[in-house]
């Protein structure tokens, strides 16, 4: 990376860091990554094959709206999913239809596709199932997210990134992990430049509330660009 490069990161960095500052721990109590008290006791129950207390984890941030800990609670069951699906196979026997059992597993997917030498063919091929897990979520932008992802990786045009893009702020204008999944599109080491991405975040920053998690995307965008 050059020296300018790092600079304007730096600088582009340093323009928003003062107020992400505000109102957070210190980092020595922080532990990364760690589940919280609502989705440790789902992941034990998943490890047990009791797949109930996941389902339940997942309609109640849905129907608290709680869109941010909802996306982190279905990346993380996929995650465990990918080592263990026991618990989530007897889900989807016990009810084939279940948005949120589809979900997991549409992520499990894409996260399986994602590692694969094949990735854009592979993700290409679960198209279907994506488009129709999101199409089914009228208020959710968590299908969304996992869309525009699997739209960076399936190689899709700028039209389909914006028609997701456009559902995906219908449904939520300030979920963060939308913003995030948008931002690696149109970062270049997606289908965009540097110039694209930190111009998302910046806007997209100064658009948003001051506790909002949007307001770090330029310091994410910084950190794409390294």
């Known amino acids: 990376m050059s020296l300018f490069r790092a600079l304007v990161g730096a600088a582009r960095s340093a323009r928003h860091a003062p107020r992400l500052a505000a109102g957070l721990v210190p980092d020595d109590d922080v532990l990364l990554d760690a589940p919280d008290e609502r989705l440790a006791p789902a992941l034990v129950a998943a490890a047990l094959g009791d797949p109930e207390p996941a389902a339940k984890l997942l309609a109640t941030a849905r129907d608290a709206a709680e869109w941010e800990d909802r996306d982190r609670y279905v990346v993380r069951l996929a995650t465990f999913a990918q080592h263990r699906d026991d618990w989530l196979l007897q889900w989807l026997s016990g009810s ?131």
């Open 96 to 226: 084939p239809e279940d948005s949120d059992a589809l979900l997991v597993t549409t992520q499990l997917a894409v996260r399986r596709a994602w590692g694969s030498p094949a990735r854009a063919e592979l993700l290409r091929d679960i198209e279907p199932l994506v488009r129709g897990v999101a199409e089914t979520a009228p208020h959710d932008p968590v299908p969304w997210r996992l869309a525009l992802d699997h739209a960076r990786g399936a190689q899709a045009g700028p039209a389909v990134f914006e028609s997701l893009w456009e559902q995906a702020v219908r449904r939520s204008p300030r979920h963060y992990g939308c913003h995030v999944a948008a931002l690696k599109y149109l970062s270049a080491q997606g289908h965009g430049s540097r110039r694209a991405a930190f111009d998302f975040a910046e806007r997209a920053a100064d658009d948003a509330a001051p506790d909002s998690l949007v307001r770090a995307l330029p310091v994410h965008a910084a950190h794409e660009a390294l």
